[in-house]
DNA sequence: GGACGGCTACTCGGATATCGCTTGTCCGAGTAAATGCGG
DNA sequence: CCGCATTTACTCGGACAAGCGATATCCGAGTAGCCGTCC
């Protein structure tokens, strides 16, 4: 089981986005601020856009910029913007295959004991990541390094001089 | 992020072996009363056997066993067993990548944020899988339906004759 | 009748192909600013 | 000098390939039970 990079990608973007306010920031911009493939972290973004997390604006000074205050961003709104909506763990009732083909139907009312042990893990997970807005990864990092935001935000600046 | 469905397989597996208490069962028997690709299934059960939550036994009458108790095997150790003990989100430091290269390294001595979330968050789900053994899931199958195990014991006994 | 040796069938175990999804790249449509011209 | 049409460059957006891991399959090594034979 691997979450996709894009995931990472999107929420650092993220987080550059919402030290950014409303400026909006290139593709290009934030590719080159982590050095990535601009082209595939566009379609990260779009992904977001999608999602309505960000807006786009095209043309020159155009780019992405969050929709929504950092407040109301959850780290999971932005895993299942890139990783999508659906369990990692997909039942497939395999207990109703083979021999089980054979039972009464009607035994299988009850959910599978197991899938709903794996529902409850994953219920946790996706708690604790909504339970995480961007807001609160930025106090973090302002209240260990306070000068990282301004200066990214002063490298985007000066790098598209 | 997609779960292996190897997981379901060892999970449905471990369940039909703990009902058949210390009697081996083979691959082609578990194959069988779940409908499975015997030779897949067996990659999965050899990755139980490495991770010593099975033992195996070549031969007739050979097979499958755990090999411990089912109170002492958790769900996280089959998932672990099949999926690896490697987090599904995996921290690139793209933080020290483009922008971040020009940057003091000092200023990378504090852990990312965002990877620290995410972090928390699988342990929340590991966690809620540790919390559950095996013995537990057979305890709700028998209150929701008692004759399910005895039954796939007799299927299992018939089939093979 | 009992014991022993060989045989057979069944099991795991790992090496080997195939498929789908993530990853990566490309080019076109649209837009806003910049520019040059005319008044 | 000011306003406007044209040009230009920059942006997103989606369509088009490549690489890698999950999926699926096969065959060989080993073992326990069975059978026939011999004592």
Redesign the interface.
């Known amino acids: ?5 894009g ?3 999107a ?2 973007s993220c ?1 550059l986005m919402a030290w950014q306010g409303d400026d909006p920031v290139s593709t290009a911009k934030i ?6 493939p601009s082209s595939y972290l566009n379609k990260q973004l779009q992904a977001l856009a999608k999602a309505g997390l960000v807006s786009s604006t095209s043309g020159p000074r155009g780019g992405f910029r969050l929709a929504r205050p950092p407040q109301q961003i959850t ?1 999971l709104d932005v895993v299942e913007a890139i ?2 909506p ?1 369990d ?5 009732e ?2 109703q ?7 009464p139907k009607a ?1 299988f009312r ?1 959910r599978c ?2 899938a ?3 529902r ?3 219920a ?2 996706r ?3 909504a339970a ?1 807005t961007l807001a ?2 930025q106090s ?2 302002d209240g ?2 306070p000068h ?1 935001g301004p ?2 935000r002063n ?2 600046a000066t ?1 598209g001089a």
Chains 1, 2 share one sequence.
């Open positions: 089981m691997r979450m996709s990079e995931v990472e990608w929420l650092h987080l590719a080159a601020a982590f050095d990535l780290l990783e999508g659906e990692a763990f997909r039942c497939q395999i207990r295959q083979g021999a089980g083909a054979s039972f035994e009850e004991a197991i709903a042990a794996m409850r893990a994953e946790q997970w708690q604790s990541l995480q609160d990864i973090t990092v260990k390094a990282a200066r990214m490298w985007l790098a």
